[in-house]
């Protein structure tokens, strides 16, 4: 049975996704606004609203949306009926240069400015993770050894809350792992019990994980210059109220 969505360490996001990419030298557009930006936001109508994206441009980035997932079926196919299917790192390169595709198409076609207000909500939507990436420290001014003891910070919050969330689940996984429902109605009413489990013990855990979370970001927070804060909130721009 899939445990399903269980109350994340928002922090992962940006150290597991590997969101930023190069910038292009097709076009002339700002570097580190490109790196940062994440395509991903434009699919939020309030986002397209807030960077008065037209309707030529939400087009071609249809259209390059529909050519990726185009890409991404076709590849997926291939896999399937090849007989030596590509390795991990294969696949991993391959998506990769899929993603880049995409990200070149759509960005390409913002103005400096819608992309500078990407490349904010990007930070904001991030928040104190975006740091973990070397550019982003870099452009605070952040030393190889300040940004070593920042992402141990992070690091250790992580595993922490990883713990937290072993310690919650793990009885109720066991307890359920032994079960052996023999008819559907039985795995039916032991699967409504597990998730309703799932859900009950989260929402106990969640204090404790807030106060984690909250715990981590202060110390990361602490990590950092008066100057690298104010720096990196001026990148954030004006805040998102969509």
């Given amino acids: 049975m899939a445990v399903g969505v269980f109350m994340r360490f928002r922090l992962l996001l940006f150290l597991c996704s590997g969101l930023f990419a190069l910038a292009p030298s097709a ?4 570097a580190f606004d490109y790196h940062c930006a994440d395509v991903a936001l434009l699919q939020a109508k309030e986002i ?7 309707d030529a441009q939400r087009k071609k980035m249809n259209d390059a949306a529909d050519t ?14 090849a ?3 590509d390795t991990e790192a294969q696949q991993r390169t391959k998506l990769k240069g899929y993603y880049d595709e995409l990200k070149k198409s759509v960005l390409t076609q913002l103005s400096a400015t819608q992309l500078k207000r990407l490349r904010e909500l990007t930070l904001q939507r991030a928040g104190l993770t975006a740091i973990l990436d ?6 605070l001014g952040m030393s190889d050894a300040q940004l070593d003891k920042y992402r141990k910070v992070f690091e250790s919050g992580a595993e922490k809350a990883a713990a937290l969330e072993r310690q919650t689940l793990e009885p109720i996984l066991n307890k359920y792992k032994a079960m052996k429902p023999k008819t559907d109605a039985e795995k039916k009413s032991l699967q409504e019990k ?4 799932v859900a ?3 929402k106990k855990a969640e204090p404790k994980m807030r106060a984690l979370k909250n715990s981590t970001q202060k110390q990361l927070e602490a ?8 720096k990196f909130k001026s990148l954030q721009g004006t805040p998102f109220k969509g």
Avoid at 27 to 30: E, F, G, Q, S, T
Avoid at 194 to 197: C, L, P, R, S, T
């Fill in 27 to 30: 076009k002339a557009v700002d």
């Fill in 48 to 54: 397209q609203k807030d960077l008065k994206i037209n």
């Fill in 68 to 81: 990726h997932r185009t890409r991404l079926s076709t590849y997926e196919q291939q896999q399937r009926a």
């Fill in 83 to 85: 007989k030596v299917k």
């Fill in 134 to 139: 070397k550019v982003v420290a870099q452009k």
């Fill in 194 to 197: 597990f998730q309703k489990e």
């Fill in 200 to 202: 009950e013990a989260g």
């Fill in 223 to 230: 990590a950092l210059t008066a100057a690298q804060r104010a």
